[in-house]
């Protein structure tokens, strides 16, 4: 499975970004898209999971109510739509997918990663 994350970039405090996920090769029967973050000097942490069955979500608790997963099945992608975004929101993002759907908040839990994409939010 590859995939291939895009559309970071640089917006000011309380915009909007959205981040795309396109997943290719190998597919299965049922799993699920995460999205992670890392900025300098911190550890990789969970942002959301989307079980790609049901559509079913997680969020983290600092992000829930301004940032949105979603996937398009039939495209293969999946989106994380990010409002009213913080200074504390710039990082590399990640999507990875894990092939048992677990939705998970466990970055070992998930066996394919995608390159990092660059999210800067100024102030």
């Known amino acids: 499975v590859q995939l291939q994350a895009s559309g970071g970039g640089l917006v000011q405090a309380g915009g909007s970004l959205r981040l795309s996920c396109a997943a290719s090769?190998?597919?299965?029967?049922?799993?699920?898209m995460g999205w992670f973050r890392q900025a300098p000097g911190k550890e990789r942490e969970f942002v959301a999971a989307?079980?790609?069955?049901?559509?079913?979500?997680y969020y983290a608790p600092s992000v829930k109510g301004r940032l949105t997963i979603s996937r398009d099945y039939a495209k293969n992608t999946s989106y994380l739509q990010m409002d009213s975004l913080k200074p504390e929101d710039t990082a590399s993002y990640y999507c990875?997918?894990?092939?048992?759907?677990?939705?998970?908040?466990?970055?070992?839990?998930?066996?394919?990663w995608g390159q990092g994409t660059q999210v800067t939010v100024s102030s």
């Open positions: 090769g190998r597919t299965f029967t049922d799993y699920a």
């Open positions: 989307i079980r790609w069955s049901s559509g079913r979500t």
């Open positions: 990875a997918a894990d092939r048992f759907g677990r939705v998970d908040s466990e970055d070992r839990s998930y066996d394919y």
